[in-house]
Nanobody, 129 residues
Framework: QVQLVESGGGLVQAGDSLRLSCAASGGTFGNYAMGWFRRAPGKSRECVAAIDWRGRDTNYADSVEGRFTISRDNAKNTVYLQMNSLKPEDTAVYFC??????????????????????WGQGTSVTVSS
C-alpha cells in the first residue's frame, strides 16, 4: 500500500517562499508519476504541478507558472514543491498524489485528479498579505 506524507506547510507572508515535501513509502517510487494539488477555502481541488516518473517533464497551472517548481529525488522517495513569491491566493491545503502505474505507460505528466490512485493527507499553507 502506497503511503504519502506531506510536510513543510505553514504561515508565511506574501512574497515569502516555502518548500513542500512529500515522502512516499510502500511501493516503487521511481515508477510513479507525481502531482501536487491544492484546495483553497470554498474551492474545488486543483492541480498546481505535476512531474513524470522519470523526473524529466513537468507541467504547471497558469496561476503558479514561473513561481512554483516541482522536482523529485527518486533516491529519497520524495517529491518537492518549491513555492516562491507566494500570494494570499496561494492559501490552501496542498496534497501530493501518485499514479503508481505510470512507468508502464509512455512518459507523461498528469494534471487530472482522476489519474491518481494515491493521495496524502495534505499540508496547510497560509499566506498573509
Amino acid at each position: 500500500q502506497v503511503q504519502l506524507v506531506e510536510s513543510g506547510g505553514g504561515l508565511v507572508q506574501a512574497g515569502d517562499s516555502l518548500r513542500l515535501s512529500c515522502a512516499a513509502s510502500g511501493g516503487t517510487f521511481g515508477n510513479y508519476a507525481m502531482g501536487w494539488f491544492r484546495r483553497a477555502p470554498g474551492k474545488s481541488r486543483e492541480c498546481v504541478a505535476a512531474i513524470d516518473w522519470r523526473g524529466r517533464d513537468t507541467n504547471y497551472a497558469d496561476s503558479v507558472e514561473g513561481r512554483f517548481t516541482i522536482s523529485r529525488d527518486n533516491a529519497k522517495n520524495t517529491v518537492y514543491l518549491q513555492m516562491n513569491s507566494l500570494k494570499p491566493e496561494d492559501t490552501a491545503v496542498y496534497f501530493c498524489a501518485a499514479k503508481s502505474d505510470a512507468a508502464l505507460l509512455s512518459p507523461a505528466v498528469y494534471m487530472r485528479q482522476s489519474e491518481y490512485q494515491h493521495w496524502g493527507q495534505g499540508t496547510s499553507v497560509t499566506v498573509s498579505s
